[in-house]
Antibody, heavy 121, light 109 residues
Framework: QVQLQESGPGLVKPSQTLSLICTVS??????????WSWIRQPAGKGLEWIGR???????NYNPSLKSRVTISVDTSKNQLSLKLSSVTAADTAVFYC?????????????WGQGTLVTVSS | SYELTQPPSVSVSPGQTARITCSGD??????AYWYQQKPGQAPVLVIY???ERPSGIPERFSGSNSGTTVTLTISGVQAEDEADYYC????????????FGGGTKLTVL
């Protein structure tokens, strides 16, 4: 049973870079059978897809965030990472990592529990 | 940008049928997926490819597609079904490979 666990600082100052890690257990992030995504959710609001990574090195980002986002993996640690630069209070949210099986459909079958990041001075 | 439109809220009594809609121009060409999210929890996939139900999801959850609108139907609603529901799809150009609807709060009266 695959498990995803997000971790990182719960508080980030405005204009700084938010950095999060998603540790994958019960499966290899290098398998090539899955995409790995970051999704966020401000308190009381809806879900917003941030971007995804495939082990070939291909990344896709939400156009609204593309200029500030970098998603990468550390295969030796089986971890997915997220960097979001120049953050403001509007970036305060619960951040989730999630898995998508490779195929013609695109859905998220496993999610982490989420981690809250607050942007405040 | 591409948008999926859901009603903010739906209310039903226990045992009744709840229908939650999701509208988007690309839905005739792109599959839709539905997630259930309870407070403080991560979303859970309840419908994929418009109408398919993942293993472990109760049979009372079903999905349908009628052109630019997809519908999540919950038959015989139970108190435990009270949650937020989100549809997910993509635009037809590939610019927005993942888009979520705004979410619908299902209240079981």
């Amino acid at each position: 049973q695959v498990q995803l666990q997000e971790s990182g600082p719960g508080l980030v100052k405005p204009s700084q870079t938010l950095s999060l890690i998603c540790t994958v257990s019960g499966g290899s992030i290098s398998s090539g059978s899955y995409y790995w995504s970051w999704i966020r959710q401000p308190a009381g609001k809806g879900l917003e897809w941030i971007g995804r990574f495939y082990i070939s090195g291909i990344t896709n980002y939400n156009p609204s965030l593309k200029s500030r986002v970098t998603i990468s993996v550390d295969t030796s640690k089986n971890q997915l990472s997220l960097k979001l630069s120049s953050v403001t209070a509007a970036d305060t949210a619960v951040f989730y990592c999630a898995r998508t099986p490779v195929g013609p459909e695109y859905y998220f079958d496993y999610w982490g529990q989420g981690t809250l990041v607050t942007v405040s001075s | 940008s591409y948008e999926l439109t859901q009603p903010p809220s739906v209310s039903v009594s226990p045992g009744q049928t709840a229908r939650i809609t999701c509208s988007g121009d690309a839905l005739p060409k792109q599959y839709a997926y539905w997630y259930q999210q309870k407070p403080g929890q991560a979303p859970v996939l309840v419908i994929y490819k418009d109408t398919e139900r993942p293993s472990g999801i109760p049979e009372r959850f079903s999905g349908s597609n009628s052109g630019t609108t997809v519908t999540l139907t919950i038959s015989g609603v139970q108190a435990e079904d009270e949650a937020d529901y989100y549809c997910q799809s993509a635009d037809s150009s590939g610019t927005y490979p993942v888009v979520f609807g705004g979410g619908t709060k299902l209240t079981v009266l």
